[in-house]
């Protein structure tokens, strides 16, 4: 290492230095973060283990697992690996103070409800849901996880809201799979659009917003985009860059003899000898 450099190295080892005075009033301003969500979760859990794993989380270890985290708390490992994996408890009561606190702290009436699927990488074929399917983060198809997630966007600042774990259809008849992960039995498949309507459904009431996005996954869907006009919700989503427009006020055209013939003009006779009065925009 020449000497300028292991001089620059010192000065920025020294500008990441945090002193005592910023880190404490930070931990601070988190341990008050935390409190409801702990609060509700050891109601629903009836443990009290909350601290212990966010302790570890935010500790100096080089991986953040239960045997590595047990060691630095001093508890046995299979305690915060059932706690981690296998407790039974609902992280709804979670999501409700999370959708509370969204609503209270950046909302606005113009505030935006934002749809995203995301995938996460795996090498192996046991985490639930895992499958060789459309990877974002590789930009193909290869074996990863999806999760469907709800966000929400305002001038304030924006936040996760809700997810779901998008289990694929053959996950659902695998039962041994299934009983392997823990996957409850009332879970079943859903499509990306339907849980997107459900997060909606649960949530939308309680944060205010003007508008509903999303990229083409969802905006390719006539359905999705139907069910979004039947709640009243203002979208924005994206289409395929091959799909097809047409401008409403322009003539149709001319049917030039290949393919389905489209609808036919009033007074035209149909291919089965019927004459239509359907008005269509643009024709008198």
Known sequence: MTPTWAQRKEALLSDCLVSLEVFNPMLDCL??????YQHVLEAEASQGHVHLYLQGLLSHVDRKNAEKIAALVDVNRQVLQDFIGTAPWDHR??????VGQVADRLGQPDGIIAFDPSSFPKRGTHSVGVKRQWCGPRGKVDNC?????MGYVSDQ????????????EEWTRDERRREACHVPKEVRYHTRHAQCLEMLEAWGDQVPHGWVTGDDEFGR????????????ERDVLGV????????????LPEYSGRGR???????????????RSIQWPGHA
């Open 145 to 149: 996880q999806v999760g469907v997630f």
């Open 221 to 232: 869907h006539a359905r999705f985009r139907h069910e979004l006009r039947e709640r009243g």
């Open 261 to 275: 013939r489209g609808p036919n003009l009033p007074g035209k006779r149909s291919p089965i000898g019927a004459r």
């Open 93 to 98: 009561p979670l999501i409700t103070v999370l």
């Open 240 to 251: 395929p860059c091959t799909t097809t427009m047409r401008d409403l006020q322009a003539p």
């Open 31 to 36: 341990r008050d973060f935390v409190a409801p």
């Open 157 to 168: 600042d924006h936040a996760v809201l809700d997810f779901r774990l998008s289990l694929p």
